[in-house]
């Protein structure tokens, strides 16, 4: 007789009848409750999340302050949209950003509900301002699964597969690689010769780049790199988009990635950590830009949910109250240096790399090329899952595992994550 199934193994029993296999789940688990970085899956185990749903949760999860904003304002107004009638909340969320992102200049924001979804609508503002139709984006970049989405990703797998045809006029340019021999001096002469071979600087409405690209790798642009872009940007009308969906929010040690290069974005692309769980996204930019499209050219019927604006008016109360920025600063030195040491102890570590406490480790085979592992990478998950840790891989041969734990992670905690993957490094053969 065969012994009785987990309550994980039962709903993923139930899950892959009903759950088309297209929609991947990294672990095998299935959840029942978390708090602040802890997860328990359906059998009791307990884990540490270093995933944060994907780095969503900088506030960690159930912040009792985010709690109270949603249970209060969904007795109060849960959904009306915004194209309807205005509520307050839509308007302080728009006004708080507004302030953080503007550094004293007139920026205006409108709310939508996925990164994906404010993305797309950062390209049609930038084309309705401009009235140009190329948009340049860059290899590595990750900016949704939407079509248009997957095609201004720099990723070929598992995004793009048999999707095609994409939309035109989308064009990639190199993003600066050190580890990989490409910094940014040839990074910005290749996007030059683009302009020269592929398309003309005037045709290109915007460049759009994740200042640490996060599926592609937890790479940082550098600033020379982030300063170039601002600079031929403004030199040929181009609107310079900041994906900040996954670097933002206190993430990389200051509240958006951009910032560490000392520039100013047209429009900056916000999610993910913006609203503690719930789904909230938004562009953010200069007024005049966010102005071009006429009324009704934006929107969307969930855009701005009111319970989500209560969540995010909640989160970055939070951050002041609770000085976040300090306390990722002080975590990403802790992790940086725990993770430096792990790669004394284990050569298959190619480089420790990332910014605050936006980090990663690349896993290489040890060869004379530093030759990309993902086998090895995987390994390292699975058997750090084994331990009780959480984390999942990126970059573009797959090869990466990146740490997302929330700002909110004790120092007991990471100190209890570093040992459990260094179990996981043992037991990967690294």
Not at 187 to 214: C, S
Request: hydrophobic share 45%; glycine share 12%; with cysteine.
């Amino acid at each position: 007789m065969n012994p009785p199934l987990s309550e994980n193994q039962r709903l993923l029993a139930w899950r892959d009848e009903n759950v088309p296999r297209g929609i991947a789940t990294a672990h095998p688990l299935v959840a029942a409750r978390a708090d602040g970085a802890e997860l328990w899956d359906v059998d009791g185990r307990r884990y540490l999340d270093f995933v944060g749903g994907i780095g969503v949760l900088n506030t960690g999860h159930n912040h009792p302050k985010v709690v109270e904003a949603v249970q209060h304002q969904v007795q109060q107004l849960s959904h009306a949209s915004f194209q309807v009638v205005a509520y307050e909340p839509y308007i302080a969320v728009a006004a708080r950003l507004n302030a953080l992102v503007g550094n004293g200049e007139h920026y205006k924001t409108a709310l939508f509900t996925s990164g994906a979804e404010a993305v797309e609508n950062a390209i049609k503002i930038a084309r309705g301002y401009t009235d140009r139709p190329a948009v340049i984006s860059f290899t590595g970049g990750f900016h949704g699964r939407t079509l248009l989405g997957v095609t201004l990703t720099g990723m070929s797998q598992p995004y793009k597969q048999n999707f095609g045809p994409f939309p035109a006029e989308i064009y990639h340019a190199t993003y600066p690689n050190p580890y990989r021999g490409i910094d940014s001096d040839e990074a910005l002469a290749r996007l030059d010769e683009l302009f020269a071979t592929d398309v003309a600087p005037d045709r290109v409405a915007a460049i759009l780049i994740e200042p640490v690209q996060g599926d592609g790798g937890f790479i940082a642009a550098p600033k020379v790199f982030l300063q170039g872009l601002r600079e031929r940007c403004d030199r040929h009308g181009i609107v310079l988009i900041i994906d900040e969906i996954q670097a933002g929010f206190g993430r990389t040690g200051k509240m958006f990635g951009f910032q560490h290069a000392g520039i100013q974005p047209d429009l900056v692309t916000v999610a993910k950590s913006l609203a503690g769980g719930m789904p909230l996204s938004g562009v953010v930019g200069r007024a005049a830009i966010m102005d071009a499209p006429a009324p009704g050219g934006l929107g969307g019927t969930y855009g701005g949910n009111g319970v989500a604006c209560a969540a995010a008016l909640a989160v970055l109360d939070v951050f002041e109250s609770q000085d976040l920025l300090a306390q990722g600063e002080a975590l990403a030195q802790q992790l940086h240096q725990g993770l430096l040491a792990l790669q004394q102890a284990h050569p298959r570590i190619g480089e420790v790399r990332g910014l605050g406490f936006m980090q990663a480790i690349e896993m290489v085979a040890g060869d004379a090329a530093n030759s990309p592992d993902a086998a090895l990478a995987q390994r390292v998950i699975d058997e750090a899952r084994h331990a009780g840790l959480l984390v999942i891989k990126c970059g573009v041969h797959r090869n990466v595992v990146r740490f997302l734990a929330p700002l909110v992670t004790t120092p007991a905690q990471l100190a209890e994550a570093l040992q459990m993957l260094s179990q996981a490094l043992d037991a990967a053969g690294a």
